[in-house]
């Protein structure tokens, strides 16, 4: 490795003898920047900086990786690409990839178009560990074995010749004594209904009585005391039909909320990969 010192040894002043060193220390199957970043042997704002400039390429921020990463993306090209911690997908924008590292690769050979961004490592790493989790095969309904369950099962102690009392004991101190054991009933599998019965339909609620209440308090409520269904409230309707006085303000039975505006699933290039991305340098840590 010593033969390929990175661009970044001599303006980070990284003398040789320190530089040969790190180079011992850092695992083979680990990109040699990278190593230097996660282990604080470089620092990240810096780094970033001069590379923004030195390779000519736009920075992703921190705040970035605080999103959720693309995984429609990342199930389309996870197996077409040599992806590693330091060099992943992060965004398509008109068929083109985004890939994040801390360094371009020198050598790549892809499929489809690429564009490199830069990403500090820290940012990289949550990332990788998120897609990583996402490549784990899921548990879908109906995978599950079934669930053996246990009955306790009362069986008495084999029998034994009865021995002869000593004089003024009880005739049975020696009698077996009924033993218990747990076995697992295997004669059926269990189904979920089996372990949680559908419980009995609720019972229909009447409506609450008002008799007995002052009559200033049934006027305030829109009740004439002299009505038929006076000593009633019906709250399912109103007498113009509309929402009764005394829920107004609150949303009708039925009545669907707004839905919230969630923002697009994944790293979506035109709303959330452009925002994060810096094309001009900015001060060092």
Request: glycine share 8%.
């Amino acid at each position: 490795m010593m033969s390929n010192i990175k661009a970044w040894a001599h303006p980070f002043q990284v003398s040789g003898e320190t530089y040969a060193s790190w180079d011992q220390q850092a695992p083979e199957d680990r990109d040699f920047t990278y190593w230097c970043l996660e282990t604080g042997r470089l620092s990240e704002g810096q780094y970033l900086n001069w590379a923004r400039e030195h390779y000519g390429l736009a920075t992703l921020e921190p705040e970035f990786f605080q999103t959720s990463p693309d995984l429609i993306l990342w199930s389309r090209v996870a197996v077409e690409g040599n992806w590693h911690e330091w060099l992943l997908p992060v965004g398509e924008w008109e068929g083109i990839v985004f890939v994040a590292c801390v360094e371009p690769p020198q050598n790549s050979d892809w499929s489809f178009p690429v564009r490199f961004v830069l990403a500090p490592a820290s940012g990289l790493r949550v990332a990788w560990q998120a897609l990583q989790q996402h490549s784990q095969p899921a548990i879908t309904l109906g995978d599950e074995p079934a669930v053996p369950t246990a009955k306790l099962v009362v069986e008495p102690s084999t029998p034994t010749p009865p021995k002869k009392p000593p004089p003024g004991a009880p005739a049975d101190g020696n009698a077996s004594i009924p033993t218990a054991r747990l076995v697992m009933d295997k004669e059926e599998d269990k189904t979920q209904e089996d372990l949680f019965p559908q419980l009995p339909p609720e019972k229909e609620v009447a409506p609450p009585s008002l008799e007995g209440l002052d009559p200033s308090v049934l006027t305030k409520l829109g009740i004439k005391a002299g009505d038929e269904n006076s000593g009633k409230i019906d709250l399912r309707v109103s007498p113009n039909g509309g929402t009764p006085e005394i829920l107004k303000g609150m949303p009708s039975v039925g009545e669907d909320q707004a839905p919230e505006t969630d923002e697009p699933h994944g790293f979506t290039l035109s709303k959330s990969l452009n925002k994060y991305l810096m094309k001009e340098q900015t001060g060092s840590d």
